[in-house]
C-alpha cells in the first residue's frame, strides 16, 4: 500500500491534468466566442455603414427629382 505522501502526490497530479484539460476547453470556447463576437461586431459596422450610403444615396435621389421637377414646371 503506498503511503499518505505517494497518495497525496498522485491526486495533486489527477487534479492538474483534469485543471489542464478544462483549461484548454474554456481557452477554446473562449477562442470560438470571442471570434463570433468579432465577427457580430463586423456585421454591425457593415450595417451601420449600409445604412449611411442608402442615407446619402437617398438624400442624392431626392436633389436630383427636386432638380428635374423644377426644370418640369
Same mark, same amino acid.
Given at each position: 500500500?503506498?503511503?499518505?505522501? *505517494? $497518495?497525496?502526490?498522485?491526486? $495533486? %497530479?489527477?487534479?492538474? %491534468?483534469?485543471?489542464?484539460?478544462?483549461?484548454? &476547453?474554456?481557452? !477554446?470556447?473562449?477562442? &470560438? &466566442?470571442?471570434?463570433?463576437?468579432? %465577427?457580430?461586431?463586423? @456585421?454591425? %459596422?457593415?450595417?451601420?455603414?449600409?445604412?449611411? $450610403?442608402?442615407?446619402?444615396?437617398?438624400? *442624392? @435621389?431626392? !436633389?436630383?427629382?427636386? !432638380?428635374? @421637377?423644377?426644370?418640369? $414646371?
Amino acid at each position: 500500500m503506498q503511503d499518505a505522501e *505517494a $497518495v497525496a502526490k498522485d491526486e $495533486v %497530479q489527477r487534479v492538474l %491534468q483534469m485543471t489542464e484539460v478544462r483549461r484548454r &476547453q474554456w481557452e !477554446k470556447t473562449w477562442e &470560438q &466566442q470571442r471570434a463570433r463576437l468579432e %465577427q457580430n461586431l463586423q @456585421m454591425c %459596422q457593415f450595417f451601420f455603414d449600409l445604412r449611411q $450610403v442608402c442615407g446619402m444615396f437617398s438624400a *442624392a @435621389m431626392c !436633389k436630383i427629382v427636386l !432638380k428635374y @421637377m423644377n426644370r418640369v $414646371v
